[in-house]
């Protein structure tokens, strides 16, 4: 039988829930728009580089209190069944995704990037007649410049507030294969259908 201090909790509990689950849309970049950057990349022969940021949904920061049960096999020594109260965001949460964009949007921002009022996942920076173009889908990073300088200075300012995987030249975004072939201007486009087994 529960105490009524375990009762309130858990009502508590339940309200936070309902709050905390109505935030959880995170804009997914279209095809078409990477289809898009991908031809400014073959007509003005693009510099383009893919980064990979790790743990993804743990960046977002909460914007309010969320507890969840303690994990199993954790035992207090008083024998209380007590709750966790989160101070990150995790896998499973629903607003985890909500979170991790507005995360991104604020930090990228900083940097002098602009959101593509048309895609949100698309960003501009522009720097005198240096320009480089930000497409991002959930962990998956594709900058591409006109310049290397302000093409590593980004990456560089990626990895500095997120822990991100260099990935390099792009070949693969978003399980699009591309084929590049700098010299003759083009730039092709395969998407394999992969089987599990």
Same mark, same amino acid.
Do not use: P
């Given at each position: 039988m529960r105490d009524t201090r375990q009762d309130s909790l858990l009502r508590d509990l339940l309200k936070k829930k309902e709050s905390t689950t109505q935030e959880t849309f995170y804009p997914v970049s279209k095809?078409?728009?990477?289809?898009?950057? =991908?031809?400014?990349?073959?007509?003005?022969? =693009?510099?383009?580089q893919k980064l990979d940021v790790k743990t993804t949904f743990l960046n977002g920061d909460l914007e309010e209190e969320v507890y969840m049960k303690q994990p199993k096999g954790f035992s207090s020594s008083s024998g209380e069944h007590l709750v966790c109260k989160l101070n990150k965001s995790i896998y499973g949460l629903k607003p985890a995704s909500h979170q991790w964009y507005h995360k991104f949007y604020g930090i990228i921002s900083s940097f002098g990037f602009d959101e593509n009022p048309m895609d949100q996942c698309i960003y501009h920076k522009v720097s005198g007649s240096k320009i480089c173009f930000l497409f991002v889908y959930v962990d998956d990073i594709l900058l591409t410049a006109n310049d290397r300088d302000l093409l590593h200075e980004a990456k560089q300012f990626l990895s500095k507030n997120f822990d991100t995987k260099d990935m390099g030249d792009a070949f693969y975004v978003i399980s699009i294969k591309i084929h590049t072939d700098r010299p003759r201007g083009i730039l092709g486009l395969s998407q394999e259908i992969l089987t599990k087994f």
């Open positions: 095809k078409d728009s990477l289809r898009i950057i =991908l031809t400014l990349v073959a007509h003005f022969d =693009l510099e383009m």
